[in-house]
């Protein structure tokens, strides 16, 4: 019951920030897209390291192994399955 009550008041926040939501304009105007649904003209590369490990990232490499060869949830198949 408890987590059907909060379901439906995350629901109804974020109901209520929809509607009372604006569009986006800038001081000169209204937004611009970047875009345009082909390419990524326009676009600037930003480097980023979030989706690399260093040596010390992973603390049980022992445990880590046992779940990926189980494969006890979804990622741990997929990772398993790209080895």
Sequence with gaps: MKTIIMSV????IGVANCSTAQTSTTQ????VSLF?????DGWIDQENSAGS????DIKDIQAFAKKLTEKS??????????L
């Design 53 to 56: 490990y260093s040596g010390g």
């Design 9 to 12: 008041s995350v629901l109804a």
């Design 28 to 31: 000169n105007g209204p937004a």
């Design 73 to 82: 949830d979804a990622v741990s198949a997929f990772l398993y399955g790209k």
């Design 36 to 40: 345009d649904g082909r390419t990524l």
